[in-house]
């Protein structure tokens, strides 16, 4: 037997216990507040839910009687047993157990569906399991339940609306511990927090999901794009810009008119339907169309930092996580079928180059053909199979999702895995063979004859927004030198060393480093403080003897003391962590 069937590393079993945990929550509310009408209860990544349509609300000291009471059921070690019904009683059953949501979820099973029940004690729910067999095999002290939200009725806006509480669960406490810590150094890191704190964006109620990037946000987004520039020109890139409204013919032509139209933004112009752009790839189509190719000009690479619009509804609207305008910073690489695995190994060492910088280890997913696809299957295998062995050959594993690619094309996604562990879809690498034949897109073969090229579309930030609060989240607002908003504060002691002060900041403003000074008539003890919650890389503390000496004295954020030194010497280290990008 597999010694880690019964382990929560095997995902199997650790959804088996978290949904069983989402009966408990169901049970221990049944027992205490019997008017309490039960929807639906799934166990989800990072726990379980149960969605329930109270007369009240389920208030803090709510949520610990319940919590309370799933604890002895726990306990009771109640045996869990599954039985089936006929359509007819298991409506009847819930009728008669005043459960109109369940009664619904019955009316739209199938009518061949096993209408199966699971019974815990004197508590019955509808469901199609796994359940562990006993409610004993459930720690009640590691079970914490962590919020109560709104939530729609199956999703929709116009049905009744219920509250969701979410809970979470372990097989030991000081594994919930953990977990709780994590929770709360989450919060910590919370991007939205810091954003506000250290003055790098900001939102607003006059342009929900479009923020607004300030000064310092701005120097943080412009040095990433001049990195993102840096790179992308070694490995081979050219880049465009398209404009960003253009009129519905293109993007009929591309699907999305047919397909997107609900989350694209439309407009008039002299009487015709335009749209602004929900993404950059039908621009970059006209782009490669405006000029014929010879199989000598690919692969062609051509990035492309396009700001792009998409209506989100407002309810799913969370920091620069998910937004309704950003830039995305796109690419799109036009080949020949047989360069395909060479270019396809090339975005991946691109990618490996950038997510190392940061420090952002990941994992790769390879996505299947779907069952709604366009395009012949034949060529669907030549180019999974052209995924496999291309991430195999550069000595990367991957994992199958089946048949969750795009609808013209199989993907690769890239996973990134922060400090604390959670995980961030950023990269992708998606081939395309239908933008080319819906766009006619073509190029001379070494025949002479006209051939159609095949495409690659891919992100490595995915979205300089999203990037930026992923980022700020890992380095919890302390970010490395290079890309640090201010790297440098210089504070004088007193007065009489304000001017050397000024000069220190000049020198090193002139050598590229950016640089703050604190002239304030405060105690020193106070300015260093402030600069350390401002997360800036070195405080340069300048007294007399600092002058005098032609020196600095060093300190840290992290409250590292690192004395005089010649102002030579802080220079030569800074510049050359900037200049080797040091992830510190």
């Known amino acids: 037997m597999d010694e880690n069937k019964f382990s929560f590393e095997n995902e199997e079993y650790r959804r088996t216990y978290w949904h069983t945990c989402s009966h408990i929550l169901a049970q221990a509310v049944k027992r205490l507040y019997p008017e309490v009408k039960l929807a639906i209860g799934p166990s989800i990544d990072n726990g379980f839910y149960y969605d329930m349509d109270s007369p009240f609300p389920f208030t803090p000291e709510i949520m610990e009687n319940i919590e309370g009471e799933m604890r002895k059921i726990c306990k009771e070690k109640l045996k869990l047993e599954r039985f089936e019904l006929p ?105 939205r927090k810091l954003g506000k704190e250290l003055g790098l964006f900001m939102l607003t109620e006059e342009g929900p999901g479009f923020p607004f990037f300030l000064p310092k946000g701005m120097v943080l987004k412009n040095t990433l794009i ?88 407002s309810g799913a609207l969370h920091g620069l996580f998910r937004v309704r305008c950003f830039t995305q910073d796109d690419a799109h690489i036009f080949m020949t079928w047989d360069q395909m695995k060479d270019e396809i190994k090339n975005v991946a060492r691109l990618f490996d180059e950038v997510y190392s910088l940061f420090g952002l280890p990941y994992e790769i ?119 640090s908003p201010v790297q440098v504060k210089v504070m004088p002691i007193t007065d009489r060393t304000a001017d050397y002060a000024k000069e220190v900041a000049a020198k090193l403003e002139a050598m590229g480093v950016r640089v703050e000074t604190d002239l304030r008539n405060e105690k020193i003890g106070y300015k260093i403080r402030e600069a350390q919650m401002q997360k800036i890389p070195y405080m340069l503390v300048v007294g007399d003897r600092e002058a005098e000496a032609g020196a600095v004295a060093v300190r840290t954020r992290a409250g590292v003391d690192m004395g005089a030194m010649p102002f030579e010497d802080f220079a030569a280290k800074i510049t050359q962590e900037i200049k080797d990008r040091v992830n510190n």
């Open 226 to 313: 001049d990195y993102w520039r840096e790179v992308h020109k070694r490995y081979g890139y050219v880049e465009i810009s398209t404009p960003m409204i253009l009129n519905r013919q293109l993007w009929e032509t591309s699907g999305h008119w047919f397909h997107y139209k609900q989350n694209m933004y439309t407009t008039l112009i002299d009487g015709e339907d335009y749209a602004i752009k929900p993404m950059n790839c039908p621009g970059g189509m006209l782009v490669y169309k405006s000029e014929p190719h010879s199989y000598r000009d690919l692969p062609l690479r051509v990035g492309e930092l396009g700001v792009v619009h998409r209506h989100e509804l």
């Open 365 to 483: 997913e390879l996505s299947t053909m779907p069952e709604d696809h366009m395009g012949d299957e034949k060529d669907w295998e030549f180019a999974q199979e052209t995924l496999k062995e291309a991430i195999t050959e550069m000595g990367k594993s991957y994992v199958i999702n089946e048949g969750d690619g795009a609808f013209y094309g199989p993907k690769l996604d890239f996973h990134l895995q922060d400090s604390l562990g959670r995980t961030w879809q950023c990269g992708t690498i998606q081939l395309d063979m239908q933008l080319p034949e819906r766009f006619e897109l073509e190029y001379t073969g070494a025949d002479g004859e006209k051939h159609r090229p095949v495409m690659i579309h891919r992100v490595v930030f995915g979205s300089i927004e999203r990037f930026i609060g992923v980022i700020t989240e890992h380095y919890a607002g302390a970010f490395p030198v290079w890309l």
């Open 87 to 191: 359509r007819d009683e298991a409506i009847k059953f819930m009728e008669e157990k005043e459960e109109p949501y369940k009664v619904e979820l019955i009316n739209d099973l199938a009518e061949d569906a096993h209408i199966s029940f699971y019974r815990q004690g004197e508590f019955t729910d509808l469901c199609a399991g796994p359940h562990l067999d006993s409610t004993g095999r459930v720690k009640g002290n590691a079970i914490k339940l962590t919020a109560c939200n709104s939530a729609y009725w199956r999703g929709d806006s116009n049905r009744q609306t219920l509250q969701r509480i979410y809970g979470v669960a372990f097989p030991k406490k000081d594994e919930l511990d953990a977990y709780l810590q994590r929770i709360e150094e989450a919060k910590r890191r919370d991007h």
